[in-house]
């Protein structure tokens, strides 16, 4: 269970599908939460940092994976890397693809001359950087790079030391869509998830999937539906399945065209007082706040 005020507690806002409204809820998280560190773990698709315009404050490389090299100097062109790589990642000129190399190393094994070593490929970058409403950790991994899931491990025990080194009560991120590799990462050791959710039946269907991942994990849950005017009668199903599992349906946010005003002028939800959802989102972080 989460215990909130005695120590600092770590929440990901995660979604069993894209485009639900995740990102928005963790910005405006961001701008309730007091004394936080915040991070986004959507390292395949970053966008948080839309919405909270950090300034960079440190850069940092991130390595993973490895290709194959060919040493020109030893090469006798003897054709084997080629013939048993199977993933035809080397050409007949013997040219390495860097994008279908898999690095498994097998050609540099069968080269007679060893001449083919694997080299780390840079994979992407990772962020320490400021905002208006306090320090963010983010990433950015690069095309059709591997191991997301290791970006965001990376990314979230960075912002785990900051909060700590800072004596931060709360580390708010904003997780990956979906079920895999960088969801259950960005679970991994969390004290909250918080699914958010749309009223459809593949938004139910999705926020399901998602839901058992965390409760293989152990992890608490808490869910919210975003939209929930649109249809009713989907929400209303969404809300017996959280009763059925024993799930805590943290707030039901309206349709509100406001908030599509704040994303375009670089704002949370929060910081436009007019919005009609805001109510219901701040209802919903004082929730979380009382936790036991």
């Not at 979604?15 to 995740?22: E, F, P, Q, R, Y």
């Not at 152990?218 to 009713?232: A, E, F, P, Q, S």
Request: hydrophobic letters at 40%; one cysteine or more.
């Amino acid at each position: 269970m989460c215990n909130v005020g005695a120590q600092m507690k770590q929440i990901v806002i995660i979604s069993g599908k894209g485009g639900t409204g995740k990102t928005i809820i963790t910005g405006a998280f961001a701008a309730l939460a007091r004394n936080k560190v915040m991070a986004d773990c959507d390292v395949d698709a970053a966008d948080l940092h839309l919405l909270l315009r950090p300034n960079i404050r440190e850069r940092h490389e991130f390595k993973s994976g490895k290709t194959a090299v060919i040493d020109k100097g030893k090469c006798v062109k003897c054709g084997k890397c080629a013939e048993v790589c199977r993933f035809g990642a080397i050409s007949k000129d013997l040219i390495v693809d860097g994008v279908s190399c898999e690095g498994c190393a097998f050609c540099s094994f069968a080269c007679p001359e060893l001449a083919i070593k694997m080299e780390e490929n840079l994979s992407g970058e990772w962020f320490i950087s400021d905002t208006r409403f306090g320090p963010m950790v983010h990433a950015k991994l690069g095309v059709a790079e591997e191991n997301s899931g290791k970006l965001v491990s990376l990314v979230r025990k960075e912002a785990k030391e900051l909060a700590e080194k800072k004596g931060a009560d709360w580390v708010i991120a904003d997780g990956a869509p979906g079920i895999g590799c960088p969801v259950i990462a960005s679970l991994s050791g969390i004290d909250c998830a918080v699914v958010v959710t749309e009223p459809t039946m593949s938004g139910l269907h999705d926020a399901e999937r998602v839901i058992n991942v965390a409760g293989h994990f152990g992890i608490l849950t808490k869910v919210i539906v975003n939209k929930y005017d649109l249809n009713m009668d989907v929400t209303e199903k969404i809300r017996q399945y959280c009763k059925g599992a024993g799930i805590d349906l943290l707030g039901k946010i309206p349709f509100d065209k406001s908030v599509v005003e704040a994303m375009v002028d670089g704002k949370t939800v929060i910081e436009n007082e007019h919005a009609k959802s805001r109510k219901e989102i701040i209802n919903v972080w004082q929730q979380l706040q009382n936790l036991r």
